[in-house]
């Protein structure tokens, strides 16, 4: 399978490639993020933030480990999520000026207490306030930081939430939207079910060349190339599947050249895991990075060939050496590795 051309625009940014790396809450760290970025990810997305946070934060560990942007991840864009434009626009600014290259709205996250707080997927049952939103933020930032957007298909099934969806989808890129990621599942879905690639396709036919980005179900290079093939979007977003599998970017770029590369070996993954502690413990500190890591490491144990007892094990560390432990005893020796399981089903957010 090859593409043609292997680039994604957004805005005045070109991208080499069109696989990019999607926020996910809780995940998509700095240290995430430049793990991906050098193993091939074109472009990555910051976590969510509200925009409250933002506004408030401006300095201290926690402006350090939320609105870190290094030389090596530009492009990088950070996603926000609010209900208001008038905390918006401030939150998107202060991101832009430190160093985002891109602002990227929430208008998707199907977790109760958000739909509840009247932001993510709840403004798409919200056609004028989500367009206030997109506008007051598009004339506040300069030219050059192109605005984005991430929706789902609609909040249910229902005739009115398809007419807001278009409603909105037609509305923001006539407002000066650079791009629109469409997650192929309802808000009411949440993470269950399929994800709707046949409503991917329709999206991109009746955009045009606006520029559309799919999500949803991209749990290898192979589903990924093949959601551009079979819907024709211009690139794709991969959320979990490219958490403890970074190297979901280098497989798609060389399946993209008609290549198969084999899953990382265990010293690979090793090199990997060791290389993304240290970064953890640069942004989280000495105490707090064994607990993040935890939840990294079980991510990363679906390639290893023995997946449950390294599981285990990650779930058993509480500090840094019992972390450092499963390391020495599970990828001490190279072996070949597994791709990740491919099935459906979550338990991340947003």
Same mark, same amino acid.
């Given at each position: ?7 994604? !625009? &957004? ?6 490639? *069109?696989?990019?790396?999607? =926020?996910? @809450?809780?995940?998509? #760290?700095?240290?995430?993020? /430049? &793990? =991906? ?18 506004? @408030? ?10 609105? !870190? /942007? ?18 918006? %626009? ?13 602002? #990227? ?10 739909? $509840? ?15 206030? &939103?997109?506008?007051?933020?598009? #004339?506040?930032?300069?030219?050059? /930081? ?14 009115? @939430? ?13 407002? +000066? %939207? ?8 309802? %808000?009411?879905?949440?993470?269950? +079910? *399929? ?40 690139? /794709?977003?991969?959320?979990? +599947? ?5 190297? &979901? ?12 590369? *084999?899953?990382?070996?265990? @010293? ?5 895991? =060791?290389? $993304? ?41 509480? #500090? ?5 432990? %499963? ?13 990740? *399981? ?9």
């Amino acid at each position: 399978m090859t593409l043609s051309p292997p680039q994604l !625009r &957004i805005g005045p940014i070109l991208l080499d490639f *069109p696989v990019v790396q999607a =926020a996910l @809450s809780g995940y998509s #760290d700095w240290p995430t993020r /430049v &793990i =991906a970025r050098r193993l091939g990810a074109p472009y990555t997305v910051a976590e969510v933030m509200l925009d409250q946070f933002v506004v @408030s934060v401006s300095q201290g560990p926690k402006a350090r480990q939320y609105l !870190r /942007v290094t030389d090596e991840e530009h492009p990088c864009g950070a996603q926000l999520m609010g209900s208001a434009a008038d905390a918006f %626009v401030p939150a998107a600014i202060n991101l832009a000026a430190a160093g985002f290259d891109v602002i #990227d709205l929430n208008f998707a996250c199907p977790v109760r207490k958000v739909l $509840h707080r009247r932001r993510g997927g709840y403004l798409l049952s919200q056609p004028k306030t989500a367009l206030e &939103i997109v506008a007051r933020l598009r #004339d506040a930032l300069p030219p050059h /930081v192109p605005v984005t957007v991430k929706m789902r298909r609609g909040t249910d099934d229902t005739p009115q @939430s398809r007419d807001n969806f278009f409603a909105i989808f037609d509305g923001v890129f006539d407002l +000066g %939207v650079a791009a629109v990621t469409v997650h192929g599942r309802t %808000v009411q879905q949440r993470y269950q +079910g *399929p994800s709707s690639w046949q409503f991917l396709r329709e999206v991109k036919q009746h955009a045009g060349r606006r520029t559309v980005l799919g999500s949803g179900d991209l749990l290898s290079a192979q589903a990924c190339l093949e959601m551009i093939a079979q819907t024709g979007v211009d690139g /794709v977003t991969a959320a979990r +599947g490219a958490i403890g599998n970074p190297w &979901i970017f280098p497989q798609a770029r060389a399946l993209a050249a008609g290549r198969l590369l *084999p899953p990382p070996s265990l @010293s690979e993954q090793r090199r990997v895991l =060791a290389e $993304h502690y240290r970064l953890a413990e640069e942004t989280y500190g000495l105490r707090r990075c064994p607990h993040v890591m935890r939840k990294f490491g079980i991510k990363y144990s679906r390639l290893h060939p023995q997946a449950v007892q390294v599981r285990d094990a990650f779930v058993a560390a509480r #500090d840094a050496s019992q972390w450092w432990e %499963v390391l020495e005893k599970w990828y001490a020796e190279d072996a070949p590795a597994r791709f990740p *399981p491919a099935g459906r089903g979550s338990t991340f957010l947003c």
